[in-house]
């Protein structure tokens, strides 16, 4: 039986917290996260920080309404250290998850251009 991480630490800090949109929008509309499979890409991270006891606790994944950045989707923001991935794919999962969940170091590959700083919901 899986451990619940509150047993060991009831007051337990998120030091990271992934949001990831999955917003959907009618067809027709402009691009949304959730058609572009962003509900996947969510539970693949999950499934990462499953594989990892040592960040229950400390790690969080919520899925999110829109982040804003529609046509550049699927989105993730990382809190506190505010990096925004774009384009995601379920591919790209287990980079993240490895480099930037476990590891710390965010996945430059797949950053926002931090000079765009527009939303474009």
């Avoid at 794919?89 to 170091?105: F, Y």
């Avoid at 797949?110 to 765009?116: A, N, V």
């Amino acid at each position: 039986m899986a451990k619940d991480c509150t047993e060991t630490n009831p007051m337990a800090q998120i030091e990271r917290h992934f949001f990831v949109c999955d917003n959907a929008r009618p067809a027709g509309a402009k691009p949304s996260c959730g058609a572009r499979g962003s509900g996947e890409i969510a539970t693949a991270l999950q499934e990462g920080l499953g594989r990892h006891p040592e960040l229950w606790g400390r790690v969080a994944v919520t899925t999110t309404g829109c982040l804003g950045p529609c046509f550049e989707g699927p989105t993730i923001v990382v809190y506190p250290e505010a990096v925004w991935y774009v384009g995601v794919t379920a591919t790209d999962v287990p980079e993240i998850v490895e480099q930037h969940m476990s590891g710390g170091r965010p996945v430059e590959r797949l950053r926002r251009p931090k000079d765009d700083d527009q939303n474009d919901d």
